[in-house]
């Protein structure tokens, strides 16, 4: 397994592993080959673990007519974005001083990271395509976001 990953605000390029499994739940979906610590827009800290399951942009067949899935420079804020959305409880350890949050300025935050990073690694064809991705989840996330909440709350 390779070491961790840290991804400054400062950076530019990063080159994470990941495998291709071909028994993963969904047939989008890989495994992060090592931990990833990503610095947020606000300077907080995200540690994404080895071995953590990704779909990177997954979407609706709407949304996927109107923004592909997969691009590597964007890849960073899909999968800290879905381990956001997937572990907020386990970011919230890192970070208890947002504890207070609410289900609603949560799922807002891991927007606005997602945000961010794609702003701070743009595709170069269509650099606008960000805020078509960006309302995207805002407008379709809380679904998920709230579906991971519950199921979070079962198994704690």
Known sequence: MAGELT???????????????SETPKPDQMIIAQALRVELFDGR???????????????????????????????LAAITHDYLYMHWEAFVRENPELDTLSW????AYADRAYLDLMTRFPARQL???????????????????RHYRRMNALTN
């Open 127 to 145: 650099p606008l395509r960000r805020y078509l991705y960006y309302g995207f989840v805002r407008a379709l996330g809380r679904i998920n976001f």
């Open 7 to 21: 991804v400054t605000r400062a950076c530019r390029h990063w080159r994470a592993l990941v495998w291709l499994d």
């Open 45 to 75: 800290w995200s540690t994404i673990p080895a071995q953590m399951l990704t779909d990177c942009h997954s979407g609706y067949w709407v949304t996927d007519w109107l923004c592909p899935r997969y691009h590597s420079r964007t890849n």
């Open 104 to 107: 609603s300025a949560a799922q």
